[in-house]
């Protein structure tokens, strides 16, 4: 193993270890796992003590991101079968059909007045960072006191906006490179293959274990899916299909058609993708620099912030007009737009690209990216309290009950 990797490998493994070491405290505080390996990266990358050496362009960065992604995707929509996705879709169709372009569009015309960039460049970013994450929300998405509807829509929001979000990604990078084809009937085929992958071979696998001719042993019965999740991820880079929407019809066909291989992967899968999450963060907190930080100045890091705290929210309050959620329920949603690995991936793809203002769009990404890691990951835990039932409970009540029963 060359230097740099085994480097890379100890300055990993040091940070797990030092993560599960902190892992309850993090449960119960503001302490984030994410922010821990981010700031870890940004430690030890050139910036700071140069550990850790690594390129934009390298190939490890690229694919760590687009593995950390497929897993982290394949685990979400392993989480819903297709009864649950369409009984629940209302919610959820009006944060895509409506909040996702709305985001674009106020991220873009941010970025436009803001920064002064092009439409068609501004437009790029606005689609880059319309995805959102629910992974670096966590204790919010996880927690049962949270109402099953919320945590639903976010589940469903954050695994399909990501594919939803590619196709303009490619049609604003196209456009941006001055390509007059813009390649559509590609790009087509490229996402209906995606979704083909994802559906035909998981549900040709557990057809095909569920014959009398195959069986899967108690011991390897998790290993089910993670083969099937495999094969959907070889068959997609050698077909060239959209490997994000495969992994994520991948999840939910699994789901829908194998209740128990779902079941027995559960918990083995989320360790699988916190794994590669958790190293794609120490890969891209190690690219950022204190230049990189520092370069795109004042109006930069204010076009973060606003693409945080007013694009989503702004998108999510006119989605939402009369849809039944709660006052609470609504800020939840509006504030938990975290920026994550969708964005990590589409802003190298526009890295490796060759656009004129490539660097300048990856820079502003990269900086959203590091305020919303930091704020989503550390507020997860405080939002999720909202809904904690004794949080429901007036005060007086508690003194009432406690003086019953001191007379009984």
Request: hydrophobic share 55%; aromatic share 8%.
């Given at each position: 193993m060359p230097l740099m990797g085994t480097t890379l490998l100890t300055a990993f493994a040091a940070a797990?270890?030092?993560?599960?070491?902190?892992?309850?405290?993090?449960?119960?505080?503001?302490?984030?796992?994410?922010?821990?390996?981010?700031?870890?990266?940004?430690?030890?990358?050139?910036?700071?003590?140069?550990?850790?050496?690594?390129?934009?362009?390298?190939?490890?960065?690229?694919?760590?991101?687009?593995?950390?992604?497929?897993?982290?995707?394949?685990?979400?929509?392993?989480?819903?079968?297709?009864?649950?996705?369409?009984?629940?879709?209302?919610?959820?169709?009006?944060?895509?059909?409506?909040?996702?372009?709305?985001?674009?569009?106020?991220?873009?015309?941010?970025?436009?007045?803001?920064?002064?960039?092009?439409?068609?460049?501004?437009?790029?970013?606005?689609?880059?960072?319309?995805?959102?994450?629910?992974?670096?929300?966590?204790?919010?998405?996880?927690?049962?006191?949270?109402?099953?509807?919320?945590?639903?829509?976010?589940?469903?929001?954050?695994?399909?906006?990501?594919?939803?979000?590619?196709?303009?990604?490619?049609?604003?990078?196209?456009?941006?490179?001055?390509?007059?084809?813009?390649?559509?009937?590609?790009?087509?085929?490229?996402?209906?293959?995606?979704?083909?992958?994802?559906?035909?071979?998981?549900?040709?696998?557990?057809?095909?274990?569920?014959?009398?001719?195959f069986s899967a042993s108690t011991q390897y019965e998790p290993l089910n899916a993670l083969a099937i999740g495999l094969l959907v991820l070889a068959v997609g880079k050698a077909t060239h299909g959209n490997l994000f929407l495969a992994a994520f019809s991948a999840g939910i066909t699994v789901a829908t058609f194998g209740p128990r291989q779902r079941e027995s992967f559960e918990h083995f899968g989320e360790l699988i993708a916190e794994v590669f999450k958790l190293a794609a963060l120490l890969v891209f907190g190690a690219l950022i620099t204190p230049a990189l930080l520092g370069s795109v100045g004042w109006q930069g890091w204010l076009f973060a912030l606003l693409a945080l705290v007013a694009a989503r929210p702004v998108a999510i309050w006119l989605s939402f007009l009369r849809s039944g959620l709660s006052v609470r329920e609504q800020a939840a949603v509006a504030w938990f737009g975290p920026k994550g690995f969708a964005s990590v991936v589409y802003g190298l793809l526009v890295l490796g690209s060759g656009i004129a203002p490539a660097e300048q769009v990856f820079q502003l990404v990269a900086v959203t990216i590091v305020l919303s890691i930091l704020l989503h990951s550390s507020t997860d835990i405080v939002v999720a309290r909202w809904f904690d039932d004794e949080r429901e409970v007036p005060a007086w009540y508690g003194n009432v009950t406690r003086k019953i029963r001191r007379r009984e």
């Open positions: 797990l270890l030092l993560a599960v070491l902190l892992s309850s405290l993090a449960h119960r505080t503001i302490l984030s796992t994410a922010a821990l390996f981010l700031v870890a990266g940004f430690v030890l990358g050139d910036g700071v003590l140069g550990v850790v050496s690594l390129d934009p362009g390298d190939d490890l960065v690229a694919t760590l991101a687009e593995l950390a992604l497929f897993t982290v995707l394949f685990t979400d929509g392993m989480r819903v079968g297709w009864t649950e996705l369409r009984s629940a879709w209302r919610l959820p169709g009006r944060a895509l059909g409506w909040g996702l372009p709305l985001t674009l569009a106020i991220t873009a015309v941010g970025a436009h007045y803001l920064l002064g960039l092009g439409w068609i460049e501004s437009l790029l970013i606005g689609a880059i960072l319309a995805p959102t994450d629910p992974v670096f929300a966590a204790a919010l998405v996880g927690n049962e006191k949270v109402p099953p509807r919320l945590r639903q829509l976010l589940n469903v929001e954050s695994g399909v906006n990501d594919g939803l979000a590619l196709p303009f990604v490619i049609l604003f990078l196209a456009v941006a490179s001055g390509s007059d084809d813009l390649h559509l009937g590609e790009l087509g085929l490229e996402l209906g293959l995606g979704v083909l992958i994802g559906v035909a071979i998981p549900w040709a696998a557990i057809k095909l274990e569920q014959t009398r001719w």
